[in-house]
Each structure stands twice: as structure tokens, then as C-alpha cells.
């Protein structure tokens, strides 16, 4: 049915949603704006981004001026797109409103366009009314506009120039001031942000709705945003002004859709009707999206809009998880599968067979959602958390239906539901509010506070120099550096061109001993060896020296094109124009180019073993993130389950055969258009590349590679996008082995690499290790003692950095050790338990005494359980007769004395514990007691019990 849907769509509808989103680019592309594809909806380097939930989100690093201007994104003057956005969770959020409105969505389409200190107010406002009236026709007695009346507070003046420019256009009363709420725009706490001005269309027209804008009227609607970005919130709330001001526009595609498809619901449009006919299809409801009407209507509606976004979030790599941006991805699936169970019957698993609707509808303009890959990957995900919550559903409900019956739900219950079954707040919101019960919400997030371990907001990232100091630079035309002898590994000169003093943040032309901290001065040369973090390679150390001054580099950051050394200097001055001495560490270096180089090898060995020599999995093992010191490499990765010790054994081999190779290691740069159609190479999803990129490839020339760019053997080998610094042969590696692989999250796993000692010294420990183990069995003597230390030896294995399947083995086989020893102790237990009784019962057939027995035996230790045996074995004969058994283990200078009387001498007021206490401290009961001696204390031991007796006999 939803084919049909599609099919008609070009036949009956003048804009259907393709044509209005593909008029829009080319509209923008005749006003010489570059076409920039949407970026992932994960966001990338920005830790202050749930997900991506505006169009300049990737722009961000152009507007702080922190891009680096030798590639084609630092280069940009205009842009525009259509950005995949997702608004749930955060400060823009809209999880809530979906289906219960028209207009609100978890995702949506943003048609954006940018300036980047380029054109301004005049030019913006002018193409913006052009495209709406000219374009799309809209009427222009139904479009109102809105400007900014400025803010007092923070001493922003009122935005009279873009009062100005609309009065060109537009009617004075179609043009109305608006406050910092509706006409600030600030994407959070931290950022870029600017006076904005918002064009409203009025649905019914005939009439001035002027009154209506800006007031949540369903038929007066926001349909695009001019944003002027002016200023930077800082960290404090303070707003600086951004060095030159830029243009960030955006515009709901749904919303204009539903406009010039004249329906008054976003809902109504080709964009959602072919997914509302799947959904019917799926869950065999009865009623068409048109025909239902309540909670059906809303749930067709949470349906069709948490399906799409939760397509486009795992596609671009996301997984639901129990926290973060996870945790909101789970409580969509939840949400709207809850709502297809309960309100359209739809039976579990109906929600992962919508995947297809929604590549249908969004995958000609987003090309990457056709991956048949994908495609499988984002339903097996889909389905796993649809099985998932259709096991905890039953049990929570139960837990639900206990808690109601109280009257209300309180926040130790929500939580339970959360926390115990899975229950996002807003689901256990739903069931309540359809029986009419309240939530103590409140109370829900002080459990949650209550229970978390760590979290809390995460800060805006920091940066040494922000974009005024970066505009300082550039105006005082100070040159970005040139860092390509960061390739050479050999001392050079260079010109100190600025300083910052950043315990002041200036700019300094000299700087001392004096200046003192951690990340206190910051040196810009116009060359430079050292290298600056960047692709998950730690900054390079070292020293500058200048005749008798030193400055001692401890990290290498760059910003803009400019490679900053921030350390302190430690002897003498650094002065700008100073020639200076530049000496890298290349000792530090050199493991850390290895763990680099090896990590590229890494990445190709993980897709041989787990995918290509796996040709029937659908899963794709993609870079998700690595970490490269000279401590060791870190390697993050998709993947859906974890590495067996096989799999693992398997890339360690891979990795140590190509190792012992010695394969030489090639880097060239190359244009970016060429580089990107290399056969096999993956860059990483959503990362900016310079143009020329450089390529590293191991074990095949990068000129052999462009020479044929499609040769397929180009898959087996290593090639990769990379600015790092690397080893000359992969040979000099010398060894790896994987210490570690855990679950980063859910569908991305997390390997530990060490190379060259490191990985000799693991390996040496590992093997020191196995050897401890084996001469703890080869111990003649099995005894608890031997258990016990090889339950320490397990611990000290766990806690250790020796090689992963030498771990696990080792592990594996001290687990079965124990084991077997434990079950041989047992065996032999019963054995000495036998022969004690027999000792007790022989015991008691020698017995001439009278009423009391001291004896001590050897043969038993001082165990416990075989010392009460032997008195067991003598009481089955000999019942009215005391007992004190003295058990001696010599070896371990250990003895234990046990006293035991008949139930007639304790009716008679003696006591075993007295006896006990005779020979030192002890304890028990009246009828059975111990006290603990050493061994060569036992002799006189039983002499101090046998004097005991006759004060016993007396009492008798």
C-alpha cells in the first residue's frame, strides 16, 4: 500500500516533498552557495551535542574560526543542505509534543543556508523572500516577519537594519518586534548565537493574523529562521562578539511541505502518508491513518515519526544504550512500540518491518540509508530491542499494576519501572495518564540523581585559543604554521611569531621564568616539527631552545592553521622573532608512531577476520574512535557481539604475521576526489578531509594506488586517510598484542593494543604467570593451601596487562584447576572422615577408663571436621563418656582442641566450654566447645585438660 502511496505522489501533488527539498538546494546553488551533504545526526567532536538538532551544527568550527583553513570546509564562503535533525533530549527537545500536535517531530528535515563572513542581513532577507514568493508562490499578504527588539540586559541594541531591510519588502503591519525568547537564537548554554528574524504564514489568509504570530496558533506558523550570528556565549553566560558575523538560516522542510501542499497537518503530506500506509499494513489495523481518529490518530503519528528518526540515528551509527544519547533512543523504540501494542494491536516485531518505508521515502536524497548493509544492520538492532522490551513488558506492567493501587505513582516506583524493567518516565507517564493516575515525577528524578554514579552536565569543550585570538592573529597577519617537517624526524629552526600568556590571555612579546602552571604560554612559530594532537594521536613533546633559553613543550594543540607548543619556559626568555631550535622527542615518538602505524594494520586485520572471512555476516566493522600514546593504542569499532577467543586469536595473528613482513609503510598526498574512490577504503563517517588528503597505505605505494584506483586487491592492504606521523617499515612494531576488548556500547566494541616493549613485557609476564601456575600443580601435597593460591594467582591474572588469549586461557585453565583440586580435596575429605570415625570407634573399644577420655592425634591435622569424627567415632559407642580430642598439624604449628560432654553431665551443670578454656581461649556451647593453640602447646594441653577431670568428677 505504501508503495502505491509513492507512486502517486509525482502524478497528483504539484510539490511533493522531494521537489520542494530539491528546489531549494538548486535555488541556493545559483546563489553560488556549495552544496554540503547532511551530517551524521551523531554528532562528531562535540561533547556539547546529543545529536545533531540544527543545520549549523557541523558548521561550528567555521563560526569559531577554530576550522582548518587548508581544506575545502575551511575554505566555504556559502553553504546550503538539507540536515537530518533529531530533537529529543536536551535543551531542544520535542520528544513530548509528537502526535499530539500537527507540527512537532523527534526528527525532521532542515533546509539550511550559510554565509561564513561573507553576505550579511540584506542579502539573506532578500533570497529568503525571493525563494518563498518567486519560488514557491506563496502569497505575500500571508507571510508576516518578526525582528529583534534588542535586550537590555545584555546590552544588545535592537536589530533596526533588519527592521530596515523588511520595510523594503513587506507591510509595516506584517512586520513585528520580537523578544530575546523568540528572536535570540542560541543553539545551548555555549556557542554561537545572534538576533534572528522569523517569516510566519498564515494557513487560512483573508484576514491580519499579525496578533497570532508567535502564539502557538496551528494556522500561523514559523517557517524559517534568518539567524545573524553576532556573538559567542561563553561559559558563564557572557556573550563576546564573534570576530565577523555570519548568516545561519533554516527552514522545517515538513512545515513548508504542508504549505504548499495546502493540508494544515505536517502529517498530511507525501512525506509521511507512505509510512502511515506500511504501518497499517504491519499491524493489520483496521482503520486507515485517515480514518482513525484518538489515540490511534496519535499513534500512527508516534509510529511514523519515532521510526524515521530511529532509521536515521542507527544508520548513522547510534545504538540504543541504558544511558546518554542511547538511553533517549531507547526510550523512543519503547514509546512507540508501546503505542502500536496499545492502541493499534500491533504484535512485537511489527516496528522493525517500517525500516523499508522509511529508505523508500528518504533514501533517493540520502543516498547512505540504501546500504543493504545498513539496511540489515539498523533491523537486527530494531528487532533485538523489540524482543528486548516485549520480555520486561509483562513483568513491569505487574509491578505498575501493584504500584497504582495505592492511588498514585510515586517516584520510587517510576524509578523501579526505569531502572529494574526498563520503563522510560514519560512510558510509565503514559499508562498512568490513561487511568487517570498521578506521577510523582519529582521524585522520580531525585531517585535518579540519587542512584547515579558520576554524570552530570557535560561542559562545552575548551579551547587554548578562541576565535577572537585566532582573529587577532589573522588581523595582525601573523601566518598559520607550516608543520610538514613534522614528518622528517630531524631538529629544525623556526621564528617565534606570537606568544600568549594565557594566565592573562594576551598576547605577549616576551615571556619568562616568571610565567608559571600548567598549560601557562603558548609559543606560534612560523615552522614547526612537533606534532599537534589531532585523528586520536597524542601531541608531540620536546623542547625550543634560543641560545641559553628553554622552553619545555608538554602538549601541541592546533586552532585554526595555528600549531601552538603550551608549556612554560625553564630558563632564560622567549622573545617573538626569536630564532629558535626546535628538538621533537623522538624517543616518545617512536612508540607512538608504532602504535599508530600498527593501528591502521589493526583496523584492516579486525575487517579480515571478522568480515570478509565471514562473508554471510551483514555486519560492517567500521572505525568508530581510536586513542594513539606512547603507552599503548586503543581501537574503537562496530561490531555486534563479543570477540571470541578464536576471533581474537585470529586478528592478533594477522596482525603479527604482517608485522614480521616488515611491509614498508607509503604516504603521498592526493587530490580528495581522487583519494575517496580508492577501492576498499572506508573514511570515516562524517570527518572532514583535507584537499590534497594524505594517504598512508602499508605494504603498497600510493602511486601504484592512484595508478588504479578500482583494482580490487587494493582491499588487501591498508590504506587509510591519515596527517599522523608513522614508522618507515611496520617491521619496526617489533611485536602487538591485544590486552584488552570490552564493549564501549552497545555495537561497538573496544580493543587494547601494545607494540614493541610493552608488548615484550606483557608477554613476559603472561608467560612468568603460566609458569607460577604450573608449579603450584606440580605441588605433591594437595591441600586448601594450594586452592588458595591459585585463587590469588586468578585474581592477579584479571588484574593484569598480559595478552588477552593468554589471559583467557590461563584463567580458563586455573578455573578448571581449582576445580578438579577441589573435588579431590572433597574426595580425600570423606576418606579422613571415615578413617577418623574408625580411629574414634577403636578408641572406644580401648577405653577403660571411667567417665572422661584426653587423647591427641596426628594423623588428622588440626581440621575440624575430621577432629569431630574421631569424637563421633568414640561417642556411637561409649555415649556417657567425656571427651577431649587434641588434633595437631605440625607443619603448620597449628592445633585445635575440641571438648565434648553427654547431654546428662550438662543436665548436671558441667560445661565443655570450662574445659575448653582450660587449655586457653575457647568457646561454644555447653556441650560441644574449641579453643585454638599452636602445636607445640598441644602436650601441654592435654596435660591441663586431664587435671580439669577431676574437678568435672566432682560435680558428679
Not at 588477552?804 to 572422615?833: C, V
Request: proline share 3%.
Amino acid at each position: 500500500l505504501f508503495l502505491y502511496f509513492i507512486a502517486m505522489t509525482a502524478k497528483t501533488i504539484e510539490w511533493p516533498v522531494s521537489r520542494v527539498r530539491q528546489m531549494f538546494v538548486d535555488f541556493f546553488r545559483q546563489k553560488e552557495h556549495t552544496f554540503v551533504p547532511s551530517s551524521p545526526v551523531v554528532p562528531l567532536n562535540d561533547p556539547t551535542l546529543l545529536f545533531i538538532n540544527a543545520g549549523m551544527n557541523q558548521f561550528k568550527s567555521i563560526f569559531l574560526g577554530t576550522v582548518d583553513p587548508n581544506t575545502d570546509f575551511g575554505r566555504l564562503k556559502r553553504a546550503a543542505n538539507s540536515q537530518l535533525c533529531i530533537r529529543a533530549g536536551g535543551k531542544h527537545n520535542d520528544l513530548e509534543d509528537v502526535g499530539r500536535d500537527t507540527y512537532h517531530h523527534t526528527f525532521f528535515e532542515m533546509l539550511g543556508s550559510w554565509s561564513f563572513a561573507n553576505y550579511f542581513k540584506r542579502e539573506a532577507i532578500y533570497w529568503a523572500w525571493e525563494l518563498l514568493t518567486e519560488v514557491y508562490k506563496l502569497p505575500k499578504d500571508r507571510l508576516y516577519v518578526t525582528y529583534f527588539e534588542g535586550d537590555a540586559k545584555n546590552g544588545i541594541a535592537c536589530d533596526d537594519e533588519t527592521h530596515a531591510i523588511w520595510r523594503e519588502l513587506v507591510a509595516e503591519d506584517h512586520i513585528l518586534k520580537g523578544n530575546a525568547k523568540d528572536n535570540f537564537w542560541e543553539m545551548g548554554d555555549t556557542g554561537p548565537c545572534g538576533p534572528c528574524t522569523e517569516i510566519h504564514f498564515d494557513r487560512i489568509g483573508g484576514r491580519n493574523a499579525a496578533h497570532l504570530v508567535n502564539k502557538d496558533d496551528p494556522m500561523v506558523l514559523e517557517i524559517w529562521n534568518l539567524v545573524f550570528m553576532q556573538f559567542e556565549r561563553i561559559v558563564g553566560g557572557t556573550l563576546k562578539k564573534l570576530p565577523q558575523p555570519h548568516v545561519d538560516t533554516g527552514m522545517g522542510l515538513e512545515r513548508l511541505t504542508s504549505i504548499l501542499q495546502n493540508v494544515t497537518s505536517n502529517y498530511d503530506t507525501d512525506a509521511w502518508l507512505p509510512i502511515f500506509a506500511a504501518i497499517q499494513d504491519v499491524t493489520k489495523y483496521p482503520k486507515s491513518y485517515t480514518e482513525s481518529e484518538g489515540d490511534a490518530v496519535v499513534a500512527y503519528r508516534v509510529i511514523a515519526d519515532h521510526i524515521r528518526c530511529l532509521t536515521v540515528a542507527l544508520a548513522d551509527g547510534a545504538v540504543p544504550d541504558s544511558v546518554g544519547r542511547g538511553f533517549v533512543l531507547r526510550r523512543i523504540i519503547r514509546r512507540a512500540v508501546r503505542y502500536g501494542n496499545q492502541f493499534l494491536g500491533a504484535e512485537t516485531g511489527f516496528f522493525t518491518k517500517l525500516v523499508d518505508a522509511v529508505v523508500t521515502s528518504l533514501g533517493p536524497f540520502f543516498t547512505h540509508l540504501q546500504d543493504p548493509k545498513t539496511i540489515q544492520r539498523v533491523k537486527a538492532i530494531l528487532q533485538d530491542e523489540e524482543d528486548s522490551f516485549a520480555k520486561t513488558w509483562k513483568v513491569g506492567l505487574k509491578h505498575f499494576d501493584s504500584a497504582k493501587s495505592s492511588g498514585s505513582i510515586s517516584g520510587a516506583d517510576a524509578f523501579i519501572l526505569h531502572d529494574r524493567y526498563g520503563f522510560p518516565i514519560d512510558l510509565t507517564c503514559l499508562l498512568a495518564e490513561k487511568e487517570a493516575l498521578p506521577v510523582d515525577v519529582d521524585g522520580f528524578q531525585k531517585e535518579m540523581k540519587k542512584n547515579q554514579v558520576g554524570g552530570g552536565r557535560v561542559a562545552a569543550a575548551k579551547t587554548f585559543l578562541d576565535a577572537f585570538l585566532i582573529d587577532k592573529l589573522r588581523g595582525d597577519n601573523v601566518p598559520a604554521t607550516s608543520d610538514s617537517a613534522k614528518y622528517e624526524w630531524s631538529d629544525i629552526t623556526a621564528k617565534v611569531v606570537a606568544i600568549l600568556n594565557k594566565t592573562t590571555n594576551e598576547f605577549v612579546s616576551t615571556v619568562g621564568t616568571e610565567v608559571t602552571g600548567e598549560d601557562a604560554v603558548g609559543v606560534i612559530l612560523d615552522v614547526s616539527n612537533f606534532y599537534a594532537e589531532s585523528g586520536g594521536q597524542i601531541y608531540d613533546t620536546g623542547v625550543i631552545v634560543s641560545g641559553s633559553s628553554s622552553f619545555r613543550v608538554e602538549k601541541v594543540l592546533a586552532f585554526g592553521g595555528f600549531v601552538t607548543h603550551i608549556g612554560i619556559v625553564t630558563q632564560g626568555g622567549i622573545s617573538v622573532g626569536d630564532a629558535v631550535t626546535l628538538k621533537v622527542d623522538y624517543t616518545r615518538r617512536t612508540p607512538i608512531a608504532a602504535n599508530h602505524t600498527t593501528t591502521h594494520q589493526l583496523n584492516w586485520c579486525l575487517r579480515q577476520a571478522l568480515e570478509r572471512e565471514k562473508p554471510d555476516s551483514f555486519v560492517e566493522v567500521n572505525q568508530k574512535g581510536s586513542l594513539v600514546t606512547e603507552d599503548m593504542l586503543r581501537f574503537d569499532f562496530s561490531y555486534n557481539a563479543k570477540l571470541a577467543d578464536n576471533e581474537i586469536a585470529r586478528v592478533e595473528t594477522l596482525l603479527n604475521e604482517a608485522i614480521q613482513k616488515d611491509l614498508p609503510v607509503y604516504s603521498g598526498e592526493v587530490a580528495l576526489e581522487d583519494a575517496k574512490a580508492i577501492f576498499g577504503l572506508r573514511p570515516m563517517f562524517g570527518e572532514k578531509y583535507p584537499d590534497p588528503v594524505n594517504v598512508v597505505a602499508i605494504g603498497k605505494p600510493v602511486a601504484d594506488i592512484i595508478a588504479n584506483l578500482k583494482n580490487e586487491e587494493l582491499q588487501n592492504f591498508s590504506i587509510e586517510f591519515c596527517g599522523g606521523t608513522h614508522l618507515k617499515k611496520l617491521g619496526e612494531a617489533q611485536q602487538a598484542v591485544i590486552t584488552s576488548e570490552d564493549a564501549l556500547m552497545k555495537g561497538v566494541r573496544r580493543v587494547v593494543v601494545l607494540t614493541r616493549e610493552a608488548a615484550k613485557k606483557s608477554v613476559a609476564l603472561g608467560n612468568s604467570m603460566v609458569e607460577e601456575f604450573n608449579a603450584l600443580l606440580a605441588e605433591p601435597k594437595v591441600s586448601d593451601a594450594t586452592v588458595k593460591a591459585l585463587s590469588v594467582l586468578n585474581k592477579k591474572v584479571g588484574d593484569s596487562n598480559i595478552p588477552l588469549t593468554m589471559k583467557n586461557k590461563l584463567r580458563d585453565d586455573i578455573d578448571t584447576a581449582i576445580k578438579n583440586l577441589n573435588a579431590k580435596l572433597k574426595q580425600m575429605s570423606a576418606g579422613l572422615k571415615t578413617e577418623a570415625l574408625a580411629h574414634g570407634a577403636a578408641l572406644a573399644k580401648d577405653f577403660t577408663g571411667s567417665k572422661f577420655l584426653v587423647v591427641r592425634v596426628d594423623q588428622f591435622g588440626a581440621e575440624r571436621e575430621l577432629i569431630q569424627a574421631v569424637i563421633d567415632g568414640f561417642t556411637e559407642q561409649q555415649k556417657e563418656v567425656g571427651v577431649f580430642v587434641v588434633g595437631v598439624d605440625s607443619e603448620k604449628d597449628k592445633a585445635l582442641a575440641i571438648a565434648s560432654l553427654p547431654a546428662s553431665f550438662v543436665a548436671k551443670k558441667l560445661s565443655a566450654v570450662e574445659w575448653a578454656k582450660s587449655v586457653g581461649k575457647g568457646g561454644g556451647k555447653p556441650n560441644l566447645a574449641q579453643a585454638g593453640l599452636t602445636a607445640v602447646g598441644a602436650d601441654a594441653a592435654v596435660a591441663a585438660a586431664t587435671a580439669f577431670i577431676p574437678k568435672m568428677e566432682a560435680s558428679l
